[in-house]
């Protein structure tokens, strides 16, 4: 791909009056190129989906993609070569299909993501490990829904929220948000902190039955605990420094 001299400068002038500040021809060209590489790619996939929605209008219940590494919208796992199917619902790998075409989940899923959480986005959003979440199957507090491996065991596992109304929140309510933080030497560093950091929990989610079943940690009792794990921590460092002073101390040639 080849740049007129014309539009390198175009690029040039536009990130001066938006910068406030000179630009080397280097740095324009290198910007130019950029976008150019950006639209390319931005381009080959607009085709790449015209191609797929004429396909499905002559495939109706769908067909299989080309390729390797798709990423199911159920699993969220890659896909093997001819183990995907692609239709109106967008890509799926096989298991997570057959999952579907034998009622175990709704197909509607794949497209409508804030309809359900998985294990990891119960745990994010509700610090919710394994063990508790079993047993509140087990109990029937919540409901899952198996995809099984081909009408086999357990290939993951749902939650959706039309089966848990009343008791699982709409997944925007508990969506973790960025935070910038601004460090000594001028530099920003962005992360996230969940929900519970910014709203008072209970008030927040009040009337959702899985508040009945959680518990917040009150400030002091957090404090104290990172304080004990820092102790730890300290007590490990001063052992294995000494462990290592040891093994110095004793170090001889053979
Ligand atoms: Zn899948």
Redesign the pocket.
């Known amino acids: 791909m080849q740049i007129s001299q014309e539009k390198i400068q175009e690029m040039k002038d536009l990130l001066e009056k938006e910068h406030g500040r000179e630009f080397t021809w280097e740095e324009a060209s290198d910007a130019a190129y950029r976008l150019a590489g950006l639209a390319e790619i931005m381009f080959d996939s607009w085709k790449e989906e015209c191609r797929r929605k004429a396909k499905l209008e002559e495939n109706p219940n769908g067909f299989k993609l080309d390729g390797v590494g798709y990423t ?6 890659g ?1 093997q070569a001819g183990e995907n199917w692609f239709d109106k619902w967008g890509i ?6 057959n ?1 579907i075409n034998k009622k175990e989940i709704p197909a509607s899923l794949a497209k409508h993501k804030d309809g359900w959480y998985t294990k990891y986005d119960l745990e994010s959003a509700f610090n919710l490990k394994t063990p508790a979440l079993k047993s509140w199957v087990k109990d029937g507090v919540i409901k899952s829904r198996i ?1 099984t491996h081909n009408g086999r065991g357990v ?2 596992e749902l939650f959706l929220i039309k089966d848990n109304e009343g008791f699982l929140p709409p997944k925007k309510m508990v969506k973790s948000q960025l935070v910038s933080e601004k460090h000594e030497d001028g530099s920003i560093w962005h992360h996230s902190e969940p929900w519970y950091r910014f709203v008072d929990p209970f008030e927040h989610l009040k009337g959702y039955k899985i508040m009945e079943h959680v518990r917040v940690i009150p400030p002091e009792e957090m404090k104290t605990r990172e304080e004990e794990k820092k102790k730890k921590e300290e007590v490990r460092g001063a052992k294995l420094r000494a462990q290592r002073e040891a093994r110095l101390k004793n170090r001889k040639f053979k």
């Open positions: 199911c919208a159920i699993c969220g796992q896909t799926k790998c096989t298991i997570c299909q999952a995809v290939h993951t």
